[in-house]
């Protein structure tokens, strides 16, 4: 069974530049994840979607950032523009959300080096 | 807010050890943990899950125990092995799927 893909693996940009980054999740999974992950630290949620929709996006900074999974299955989530403090790994993780029993996978992440 | 901490942030343990990873959580309201493997520059690999309702896990030469009246979770890693060395995270979840992570903790097996 495949895992969760994400694309690009690496990513470098100036300043002020948009950038896209997009995940195909596990097959059957309904709940997607982005994540950000700041060098040294846990993931931090990005935003949650169930399905099609956004049920958790309290931690995307609206301003800049956005995403969509407009079927239901992949996902992009996209920044611009970008400014230095963007530089992280991106995480994609899905789940197929059954409660307690709700283990999440996650992709290998993009790396965005802001420039 | 959930914080979830990790003791030790580092380890650096003689191959065969039998090793302890300690996680500390603030709430005790869960509906479960997860402990994952992080490799150096990879995404995170999920190695076990503890239900709310349960106190331990097993998987091979892991052990992952849950005590959510203390706020704890430990990992256990017996007869650790080089291949072993990696960041290793745990993970709170909470109502609505969300996780809050820790910082992990960088283990190192020397051969």
């Known amino acids: 069974e495949a895992g969760v893909v994400q694309s690009p693996r690496y990513k470098i940009i100036e300043k002020k530049q948009p950038v896209a980054f997009w995940c195909n999740p596990i097959?059957?999974?309904?709940?997607l994840y982005w994540y950000r992950q700041n060098l040294g630290q846990g993931p931090e949620l990005l935003i949650r979607?169930?399905?099609?929709?956004?049920?958790?996006d309290s931690q995307l900074p609206k301003d800049r950032f956005s995403a969509e999974r407009l079927k239901g299955v992949d996902s992009t989530l996209k920044i611009q523009p970008a400014e230095l403090g963007d530089s992280a790994v991106y995480l994609c993780?899905?789940?197929?959300?059954?409660?307690?029993?709700?283990?999440?996978?996650f992709g290998p992440g993009t790396r965005l080096t802001v420039l | 807010k959930q914080e979830v901490t990790q003791i030790p942030a580092a380890l650096s343990v003689p191959e065969g050890e039998n090793l302890v990873l300690n996680c500390s959580f603030t709430d005790s309201a869960i509906y479960n943990l997860q402990w994952f493997r992080q490799d150096p520059g990879k995404g995170l690999t999920s190695l076990l899950l503890?239900?709310?309702?349960?106190r331990e896990q097993t998987s091979g030469r892991l052990n992952a125990s849950l005590d959510k009246s203390s706020g704890r979770s430990t990992l256990y890693i017996a007869a650790s092995q080089p291949g072993d060395s990696a960041t290793y995270l745990c993970a709170v979840g909470v109502r609505g799927s969300r996780l809050t992570f820790g910082e992990g903790t960088q283990l190192t097996v020397n051969p």
């Open positions: 097959s059957g999974h309904n709940t």
């Open positions: 979607y169930e399905n099609e929709e956004a049920v958790d």
């Open positions: 503890i239900q709310s309702s349960q």
């Open positions: 993780a899905s789940s197929s959300g059954t409660g307690d029993k709700d283990e999440q996978f």
